[in-house]
């Protein structure tokens, strides 16, 4: 396949999305097919081309699944329709090991690891020759027992994960050598299963790519992606897992029918729980309704797939769930008993998550509370302890849970991975932030942040070889300590000036919780006025980016200024329409440091409202500062040096009217600071001054799609306009607006983007900038900070002079600033 082939691809996706259409969907559909056709073809085509293809799937997420869904139900339609399976050979687990079967294996084992220590699944490392086809049979009975035994603990530790992941490369040697591979590969999807539960997310994806390059080798390629799609799947990665899928079904249909029952079964399961797993609900339980009648699932396959779909409703809070699992429950009741462990663990994991989020429902000795004590029995505590914690948040281990999980997080090497990675741990962070604020641990709450307020800022990416041997974390959370678990060394590393007030603010169960930092003293607050519902109608309604200022109105024939009372009352409206946003804010501080959880990402932090109910930011400096880490990690910089240089990028080459009348306003604050002042359309080089400042057009989608246009003129690749600098000013409509993503824990925006390229400062509007506010904002900043005045004062200052002449919120508060507060000009 020519890569031009995937270019194509991309190209004609990004201009879709970026311009909102979908003139290429026939050329787009044909192109997916071919690109995964040929990736299925030829492992080093898939190998050649997969970084690429899924780079390009998850650039333009939102515009792509379609594309990636459309491929996905039409194979698996294709596969259900053919009514044609064939039963899954297992008699090879009919031959039962005896005491003779390990003590044959061991020296196997042992000269081949003592021959090559670290082994690749994909080759023949052992010596089978001299074994019979009976004790071949017997060994694989015995290691595939271990692999079922095992995976009832659903947090393995690194012994069970390096044992089993040993014993595989010998099982698939073995199966192979019984002509029975298709055994191998459902057999490691255990593994597969628990690294993606133990939070193993880096090693499970390493794991499968060997996996895949085994299948290849074997003849059984649709084994060897679907095993990829189960780890994908397992952590909500929703492009990897539908291309994974794609090319999993796409292998299994060149072959000729009758297909695997079993294979089929657990395409069935593992995309239903995909669906679900990335908050796809309806196409989760049409996925479950629709299962024909052919497909003969096993009792136990088939209680899974009703606990699946339970578990559906429990994530859509139906309120229907807890009389329709009961009846359920009381029907299968000997059934599930019967289970064992395996069929206990899971209902009793969902028996902690129904008590707590129905706290009506039925849990009397005839009710659940007959299934929860009995599932206690069986069940043994330590296999659940950790998910017990998480769902009750009433213990002290949360942090060690949480600890962990970040230890493992730190070996993902992909940001594109990271943001699906982290799923389990803010999920930890959210129960810890509960259980801190009752407890009013700022050790925790602080630790909880870390990921809540958007790591993937500091993330740095790893590089490694094309396929990598198994590394796991040294895992000892008893001697990991974190700067957190000091409060004392934390605050003395912070160094909050005196007056400075920082506050975390972090969303769980729909509450809104602060910790404040105030003259070294912390304090918490569940804010009383916070609600969800409310915040959810304004993004729904674009509140915030459809604010908008104007200085005139238009009457009958006539257009006047608008009145002072007149921006008064407006103002009086929004503070009703935000008292939501009211924070305990120490009335002594004299600014204010926020860090905000992700959830909160879109709420535009100069409108939080004090105590008294006006704009913190009316009165006192507000910064955001993105995250502790960040702030931390750049609190020394050094001030920019008294000759700073200022750069500007105006386009009025283009002949737009607005830039041209903006350019008109600034041009003598543009002469009397000594900007370095570029017009022209394309630049020679990117700007990069100590100071530089882009004016612009910039749509409400403009998080989403990173460009900007001038006179009709677009700017897709704004690194040609914004290079190196200090402090990054946006005259842009909309360029401070975040985007939280559905799929992903991650917040897309201009001002993150280009503070992870190195600038301490980013200050740009949250909605449209009216064109009238930079003549008075922009010399009342530049003075202050010529004055040696930090960023955040100079912001301050430049704000007010906006307010003295527009007391509007609209005008005054559009710019917002993110970074480091404390930069300012040396004037020694």
Same mark, same amino acid.
């Given at each position: 396949?020519?890569?031009?082939?995937?270019?194509?691809?991309?190209?004609?996706?990004?201009?879709?999305?970026?311009?909102?259409?979908?003139?290429?969907?026939?050329?787009?559909?044909?192109?997916?097919?071919?690109?995964?056709?040929?990736?299925?073809?030829?492992?080093?085509?898939?190998?050649?081309?997969?970084?690429?293809?899924?780079?390009?799937?998850?650039?333009?997420?939102?515009?792509?699944?379609?594309?990636?869904?459309?491929?996905?139900?039409?194979?698996?339609?294709?596969?259900?329709?053919?009514?044609?399976?064939?039963?899954?050979?297992?008699?090879?687990?009919?031959?039962?090991?005896?005491?003779?079967?390990?003590?044959?294996?061991?020296?196997?084992?042992?000269?081949?690891?003592?021959?090559?220590?670290?082994?690749?699944?994909?080759?023949?490392?052992?010596?089978?020759?001299?074994?019979?086809?009976?004790?071949?049979?017997?060994?694989?009975?015995?290691?595939?027992?271990?692999?079922?035994?095992?995976?009832?603990?659903?947090?393995?530790?690194?012994?069970?994960?390096?044992?089993?992941?040993?014993?595989?490369?010998?099982?698939?040697?073995?199966?192979?050598?019984?002509?029975?591979?298709?055994?191998?590969?459902?057999?490691?999807?255990?593994?597969?299963?628990?690294?993606?539960?133990?939070?193993?997310?880096?090693?499970?994806?390493?794991?499968?790519?060997?996996?895949?390059?085994?299948?290849?080798?074997?003849?059984?390629?649709?084994?060897?992606?679907?095993?990829?799609?189960?780890?994908?799947?397992?952590?909500?990665?929703?492009?990897?897992?539908?291309?994974?899928?794609?090319?999993?079904?796409?292998?299994?249909?060149?072959?000729?029918?009758?297909?695997?029952? =079993?294979?089929?079964?657990?395409?069935?399961?593992?995309?239903?729980? @995909?669906?679900?797993?990335?908050?796809?609900?309806?196409?989760?339980?049409?996925?479950?309704?629709?299962?024909?009648?052919?497909?003969?699932?096993?009792?136990?396959?088939?209680?899974?797939?009703?606990?699946?779909?339970?578990?559906?409703?429990?994530?859509?809070?139906?309120?229907?769930?807890?009389?329709?699992?009961?009846?359920?429950?009381?029907?299968?009741?000997?059934?599930?008993?019967?289970?064992?462990?395996?069929?206990?663990?899971?209902?009793?994991?969902?028996?902690?998550?129904?008590?707590?989020?129905?706290?009506?429902?039925?849990?009397?000795?005839?009710?659940?509370?007959?299934?929860?004590?009995?599932?206690?029995?069986?069940?043994?505590?330590?296999?659940?302890?950790?998910?017990?914690?998480?769902?009750?948040?009433?213990?002290?281990?949360?942090?060690?849970?949480?600890?962990?999980?970040?230890?493992?997080?730190?070996?993902?090497?992909?940001?594109?991975?990271?943001?699906?990675?982290?799923?389990?741990?803010?999920?930890?962070?959210? =129960?810890?932030?509960?259980?801190?604020?009752?407890?009013?641990?700022?050790?925790?709450?602080?630790?909880?942040?870390?990921?809540?307020?958007?790591?993937?800022?500091? @993330?740095?990416?790893?590089?490694?070889?094309?396929?990598?041997?198994?590394?796991?974390?040294?895992?000892?959370?008893?001697?990991?300590?974190?700067?957190?678990?000091?409060?004392?060394?934390?605050?003395?590393?912070?160094?909050?000036?005196?007056?400075?007030?920082?506050?975390?603010?972090?969303?769980?169960?729909?509450?809104?919780?602060?910790?404040?930092? @105030?003259?070294?003293?912390?304090?918490?607050?569940?804010?009383?006025?916070?609600?969800?519902?409310?915040?959810?109608?304004?993004?729904?309604?674009?509140?915030?980016?459809?604010?908008?200022?104007?200085?005139?109105?238009?009457?009958?024939?006539?257009?006047?200024?608008?009145?002072?009372?007149?921006?008064?009352?407006?103002?009086?409206?929004?503070?009703?329409?935000?008292?939501?946003?009211?924070?305990?804010?120490?009335?002594?501080?004299?600014?204010?440091?926020?860090?905000?959880?992700?959830?909160?990402?879109?709420?535009?932090?100069?409108?939080?409202?004090?105590?008294?109910?006006?704009?913190?930011?009316?009165?006192?400096?507000?910064?955001?500062?993105?995250?502790?880490?960040?702030?931390?990690?750049?609190?020394?910089?050094?001030?920019?040096?008294?000759?700073?240089?200022?750069?500007?990028?105006?386009?009025?080459?283009?002949?737009?009217?607005?830039?041209?009348?903006?350019?008109?306003?600034?041009?003598?604050?543009?002469?009397?600071?000594?900007?370095?002042?570029?017009?022209?359309?394309?630049?020679?080089?990117?700007?990069?001054?100590?100071?530089?400042?882009?004016?612009?057009?910039?749509?409400?989608?403009?998080?989403?799609?990173?460009?900007?246009?001038?006179?009709?003129?677009?700017?897709?690749?704004?690194?040609?306009?914004?290079?190196?600098?200090?402090?990054?000013?946006?005259?842009?409509?909309?360029?401070?607006?975040?985007?939280?993503?559905?799929?992903?824990?991650?917040?897309?925006?201009?001002?993150?983007?280009?503070?992870?390229?190195?600038?301490?400062?980013?200050?740009?509007?949250?909605?449209?900038?009216?064109?009238?506010?930079?003549?008075?904002?922009?010399?009342?900043?530049?003075?202050?900070?010529?004055?040696?005045?930090?960023?955040?004062?100079?912001?301050?200052?430049?704000?007010?002079?906006?307010?003295? =002449?527009?007391?509007?919120?609209?005008?005054?508060?559009?710019?917002?600033?993110?970074?480091?507060?404390?930069?300012?000009?040396?004037?020694?």
């Amino acid at each position: 396949m020519n890569i031009i082939k995937v270019q194509d691809f991309n190209r004609k996706l990004t201009d879709e999305r970026l311009h909102n259409h979908n003139r290429y969907q026939n050329e787009l559909t044909t192109l997916y097919r071919e690109i995964i056709s040929e990736m299925a073809a030829e492992y080093s085509e898939y190998r050649k081309h997969i970084p690429a293809f899924l780079h390009s799937l998850e650039q333009n997420s939102d515009h792509s699944l379609h594309y990636s869904i459309d491929l996905f139900l039409d194979l698996y339609n294709k596969l259900l329709d053919s009514k044609n399976f064939s039963l899954f050979d297992l008699s090879i687990m009919d031959h039962k090991p005896d005491d003779h079967t390990f003590k044959m294996m061991e020296p196997i084992l042992e000269a081949s690891y003592k021959k090559k220590k670290e082994q690749r699944l994909s080759e023949n490392n052992f010596d089978i020759s001299t074994i019979s086809d009976l004790n071949k049979k017997k060994m694989a009975t015995l290691v595939i027992r271990k692999f079922q035994n095992d995976s009832k603990q659903l947090n393995w530790d690194e012994g069970l994960v390096i044992s089993n992941i040993s014993l595989a490369g010998f099982l698939r040697q073995i199966l192979l050598s019984l002509n029975n591979p298709e055994l191998f590969y459902h057999s490691v999807g255990l593994i597969v299963d628990r690294l993606s539960s133990s939070e193993y997310y880096q090693p499970g994806r390493d794991f499968a790519e060997e996996v895949i390059l085994s299948s290849y080798k074997d003849g059984i390629r649709e084994a060897g992606y679907f095993n990829s799609f189960r780890i994908y799947s397992n952590i909500g990665s929703i492009h990897a897992s539908l291309i994974y899928i794609n090319l999993a079904l796409t292998c299994l249909l060149e072959k000729k029918p009758p297909y695997s029952d =079993r294979l089929t079964r657990e395409i069935v399961w593992q995309s239903f729980k @995909f669906f679900r797993n990335v908050k796809f609900y309806e196409f989760a339980i049409e996925l479950y309704t629709k299962i024909p009648a052919e497909i003969n699932f096993p009792a136990y396959e088939r209680r899974s797939l009703d606990h699946g779909y339970f578990t559906v409703l429990l994530m859509m809070h139906d309120q229907s769930l807890p009389s329709k699992l009961l009846d359920y429950m009381r029907t299968e009741r000997e059934n599930i008993l019967a289970g064992g462990i395996n069929d206990a663990t899971p209902w009793l994991l969902t028996l902690y998550n129904i008590k707590r989020t129905y706290p009506s429902a039925d849990f009397s000795a005839s009710g659940f509370g007959f299934f929860l004590s009995t599932f206690e029995m069986i069940v043994p505590p330590e296999n659940v302890k950790k998910y017990k914690d998480i769902i009750h948040a009433d213990s002290e281990d949360l942090k060690k849970h949480l600890k962990e999980s970040l230890v493992k997080l730190n070996e993902t090497r992909n940001t594109a991975d990271f943001v699906y990675d982290n799923k389990t741990a803010i999920m930890i962070s959210e =129960r810890l932030i509960d259980y801190s604020t009752k407890k009013e641990n700022a050790a925790a709450f602080l630790l909880s942040m870390v990921l809540k307020s958007d790591y993937s800022i500091l @993330f740095q990416e790893k590089k490694s070889a094309e396929l990598v041997p198994l590394i796991l974390p040294e895992i000892n959370v008893d001697e990991l300590e974190t700067l957190y678990d000091n409060t004392e060394e934390f605050k003395k590393e912070l160094s909050l000036n005196t007056g400075i007030a920082m506050c975390w603010l972090a969303s769980a169960e729909e509450q809104l919780s602060e910790l404040q930092l @105030f003259n070294d003293v912390f304090s918490f607050h569940l804010l009383k006025d916070w609600n969800h519902s409310i915040y959810k109608q304004l993004l729904d309604s674009d509140y915030f980016v459809d604010l908008e200022f104007n200085d005139t109105v238009k009457e009958s024939r006539s257009i006047r200024q608008v009145y002072p009372e007149e921006y008064e009352n407006e103002e009086i409206r929004m503070i009703k329409q935000l008292s939501i946003g009211k924070l305990s804010i120490h009335n002594m501080a004299q600014g204010l440091y926020i860090v905000n959880d992700m959830e909160l990402a879109r709420f535009p932090h100069n409108l939080f409202l004090n105590g008294a109910g006006d704009f913190i930011a009316k009165h006192i400096p507000v910064t955001n500062v993105l995250s502790t880490e960040w702030l931390l990690e750049t609190k020394e910089t050094k001030p920019l040096p008294p000759d700073y240089r200022k750069s500007i990028w105006i386009p009025t080459d283009s002949g737009d009217i607005q830039l041209s009348y903006l350019h008109g306003n600034i041009e003598d604050t543009l002469q009397e600071f000594s900007f370095d002042l570029h017009q022209e359309i394309q630049l020679q080089t990117p700007l990069s001054a100590d100071i530089n400042i882009v004016c612009s057009h910039g749509a409400k989608n403009i998080s989403d799609t990173q460009m900007i246009s001038q006179g009709g003129n677009f700017t897709y690749d704004l690194n040609s306009i914004i290079g190196k600098g200090k402090i990054l000013i946006f005259f842009v409509c909309h360029s401070a607006s975040m985007k939280t993503e559905f799929f992903r824990n991650n917040v897309t925006s201009l001002i993150k983007r280009f503070i992870a390229q190195g600038y301490d400062a980013v200050i740009a509007p949250c909605w449209a900038l009216d064109v009238t506010v930079p003549r008075y904002w922009l010399p009342e900043f530049l003075k202050s900070f010529e004055e040696g005045q930090t960023v955040s004062q100079a912001m301050f200052n430049a704000n007010k002079k906006v307010y003295e =002449r527009y007391p509007t919120p609209a005008a005054w508060a559009c710019l917002h600033l993110y970074g480091n507060p404390n930069l300012k000009r040396d004037i020694n």
